[in-house]
Nanobody, 118 residues
Framework: QVQLQESGPGLVKPSQTLSLTCTVS??????????WNWIRQSPGKGLEWMGV???????YYSPSLKTRTSISRDTSKKQFSLQLSSVSPEDTAVYYC??????????WGQGTQVTVSS
């Protein structure tokens, strides 16, 4: 069974870079039918897809976040990471890593709360 776990600081100051890591267990990060996503949910809002890194390392980002988002991976550590630069309080959210298989998202981390505040 694939399991995902997010980690990173729970508090980030405005204008800084938010960095989160997702550690994968029970599966391969390079499996060619998995795509590794970051998704967030701000207070009172729905889920917002942020971006994805595919099995071959290619990345795709939400147009609204593209200029501030970077997703990378370390296959040796079975981890993939999110960096979101120039954060503001509007980036306060629960951040999730999730695996997409075909058109569904069967695997999710438990989510990690990140608050942007000085």
């Amino acid at each position: 069974q694939v399991q995902l776990q997010e980690s990173g600081p729970g508090l980030v100051k405005p204008s800084q870079t938010l960095s989160l890591t997702c550690t994968v267990s029970g599966g391969s990060i390079s499996t060619n039918y998995y795509a590794w996503n970051w998704i967030r949910q701000s207070p009172g809002k729905g889920l917002e897809w942020m971006g994805v890194i595919a099995y071959d390392g290619s990345t795709y980002y939400s147009p609204s976040l593209k200029t501030r988002t970077s997703i990378s991976r370390d296959t040796s550590k079975k981890q993939f990471s999110l960096q979101l630069s120039s954060v503001s309080p509007e980036d306060t959210a629960v951040y999730y890593c999730a695996i997409r298989v075909a058109t569904s998202f069967p695997y999710w981390g438990q989510g990690t709360q990140v608050t942007v505040s000085s």
